[in-house]
C-alpha cells in the first residue's frame, strides 16, 4: 500500500465549489483515484478522525470546522503517493504553501484550508479503511 495516500476535500472547498478544480489538479499530477465519496462527518467521526490531534488547542476548532458541511473522501494511487501528494497541497498554512499547491490556490487560512492528506503510509492506509471498505477500495 506505500503507493497509495488519502485526502479530503474539506468543507469551505466544497462550499466554494472547488472540488471540480481540485479534483483536476490531483489528475494532471498523475494521481489516479482508486475510491471516492461525497459525505459529511459528524462531530464525532471528524473528532475520531483527527483523535492524534486532541489535545491541540485547535482540536475543537478543527472538529467543528470538519463536521460544518460535506467533504469529498478519496484514496489516490501514484508513485510516492505520501511525500508527492502532500508536495501538490503545499503548507498547512496557506501564507506559507508553495505557488501552485492547491493550499495556496484554495485555502483561506491555517484552519481552512482546503484539502487534508496522509502523512506516513501507515496512516493513509488507516484514514483509507476509516471511509472506505475493502470492496470499494479499487
Ligand atoms: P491535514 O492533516 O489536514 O492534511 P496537515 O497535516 O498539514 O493537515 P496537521 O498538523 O495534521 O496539518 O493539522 C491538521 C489540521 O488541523 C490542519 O490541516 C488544520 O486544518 C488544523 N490546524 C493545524 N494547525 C492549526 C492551527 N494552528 N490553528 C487552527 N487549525 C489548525
Ligand atoms: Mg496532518
Known amino acids: ?77 501514484k508513485d510516492n503517493a505520501v511525500e508527492d501528494f502532500r508536495k501538490l497541497i503545499g503548507a498547512t498554512n496557506p501564507a506559507e504553501a508553495a505557488e501552485g499547491t492547491i493550499r495556496k490556490l484554495y485555502a483561506a487560512s491555517i484552519g481552512e484550508n482546503a484539502v487534508h492528506g496522509s502523512d506516513s503510509n501507515e496512516n493513509a492506509a488507516i484514514e483509507g479503511d476509516f471511509f472506505f471498505s475493502k470492496l470499494e477500495q479499487f
Open 1 to 77: 500500500m506505500s503507493n497509495r495516500t488519502f485526502t479530503m476535500i474539506k468543507p469551505d472547498a466544497t462550499a466554494k465549489g472547488n472540488t471540480g478544480a481540485i479534483l483536476s489538479m490531483i489528475n494532471a499530477a498523475g494521481f489516479r483515484i482508486v475510491a471516492m465519496k461525497m459525505t459529511k462527518l459528524s462531530k464525532e467521526k471528524a473528532g475520531e478522525f483527527y483523535a492524534v490531534h486532541a489535545a491541540r488547542p485547535f482540536y475543537g476548532e478543527l472538529v467543528e470546522f470538519m463536521s460544518s458541511g460535506p467533504i469529498t473522501a478519496a484514496i489516490l494511487e
